[in-house]
C-alpha cells in the first residue's frame, strides 16, 4: 500500500511505512512535547524529499514564530515559500472552516497554486473556542477534516493535551474517533529526568508499532529511539520498573502477610 | 509657507510610487500597521474582529480602516457564509508595491519622512 512518509525513520517504522495517503493524522500531547516540530517536519521532509509541496495552516500563531522555529533546525522555510513549495496560512478557526467549505476558497486555491500534497494544521484545540456542546465540536471538526481530504491533502492536525505529565484528565477523544491516525506524545518523569514518549495508539486501515517508543528533539528534529526497556506505566507520567511492580505484586503481600501473622 | 517648503523638501527625493502609496493608501498609523501585518502574514484571510486582536487595535477602528484600504486596492474583502473576511489583494504589483515600502521603512529617513506626512496629513 503507499504510504506518505513522514521522513522521520522510526516513527515511520511504527506507521508501518508511514502514513496513508488523503488521511488525517492527530499527534496530541502536551505543550513542549514536539507536535508543531513533528508536523514541520512533515512538511519539510515532503518538500525536500519526497516532491509534496506542504500547506501550514496555523490558528492564531504568526508565520514568523514557523520561520523562527524551522531555522533552529536548519529548515528555510521562506526559500520554500519563495519557491513555491510551501504557504503558511494563518487564519482563525471559523475562517478557515468556512473558507474550505466553500468552492473556490483561498486555501484551496493556495493549495492549487503549488501542488500541496500535504498539510500541517496547527492546532485542533483553537476549535474548542467555538463552542461548548461536545456534539457541534465533534460535527464542526468532522466537516473540517473532510474538506482537508477532499483536497486531497494527507493532514498532521495537532492538538494540545491539557496535562504536561500523565494521562489527560479529560475526555478529549471526539477527535480521535474522526481522525485515521493518533499519535500520542507525553514527558515521562524517569529517574528525576523529564524523558518525551511516543505512541501511535490508533492507524485506521493498517497494522502498527504498539511499543513506547522514547523521542528526542534534536539539533536537526526529532528523532525517535528505542522503547523502553524494563518499564511499565509510561504514559501514566511515572513508570515503574517492572521489577518494583513484581515486588510490589508478589513479594510485599507476602511481607505484609508475615507481618500481620 | 515654510511648512509646504519642508513638506517638498522631504519628499522630493522619495520614491514616486511611494509617495504616491503613503498619500493616497496609507494615510494614517493604523493602516501603516495593517498594510505591514498583511506583508508579514500574506496568506492570511481573517475577519476584522480577528485581525483586530492580532494587531492589537480596536475593532471598529480596524474595520474603518480596513475598508479603506479595499477602497484603495490593497486589500479584499468578501463575505464567506455569515463572515466578511479580509486578505491582501492577489494583484502581483500592489503586493510588489507593498514590499517595496516595508522594505523603504527599514531606512530610518524614509520611517521620518513618512511619519511627518501622516502627521501632516492628520491635521
Known sequence: MERVKIGIKGLDEMLNGGLLPETANLVEGAPGTGKSTLGMQFIYNGITEYNEPGLILTFEEFPQQYYHDAEAFGWNFRKLEKADKLRVIMTSPEVGKADLERVGGRIEALAHEIGARRILVDSLSHFERLTDDPAVLRSMLFSFVNSLKREGLTSILTRESRTFIGESESAEEDAAFIVDSYIMLRFVEIESAVRKALLVLKLRGSDHAKDIRQFEITPTGIEVRSKFEGREGIMSGSPRRMADSFIEAFVTPSKKRKNQT | ?123
Not at chain 2, 44 to 73: Q, S, W
Open chain 2, 1 to 123: 509657507m515654510a511648512s509646504n517648503d519642508l513638506a517638498a523638501r522631504l519628499m522630493g527625493d522619495m520614491a514616486p510610487q511611494l509617495l504616491e502609496f503613503l498619500k493616497n493608501k496609507v494615510n494614517t498609523f493604523v493602516k501603516w500597521d495593517l498594510v505591514r501585518f498583511f506583508h508579514e502574514n500574506p496568506n492570511t484571510t481573517d475577519t476584522a474582529e480577528n485581525i483586530a486582536r492580532y494587531a492589537g487595535r480596536d475593532v471598529a477602528t480596524i474595520e474603518v480602516e480596513m475598508d479603506e484600504l479595499v477602497g484603495a486596492g490593497v486589500l479584499s474583502r468578501q463575505r464567506i457564509g455569515d463572515l466578511t473576511v479580509y486578505s491582501l489583494v492577489e494583484d502581483p504589483a500592489m503586493r510588489t508595491l507593498v514590499d517595496q515600502f516595508i522594505l523603504a521603512c527599514d531606512d530610518r529617513q524614509f520611517r521620518v519622512k513618512a511619519i511627518y506626512h501622516i502627521i501632516r496629513g492628520m491635521r
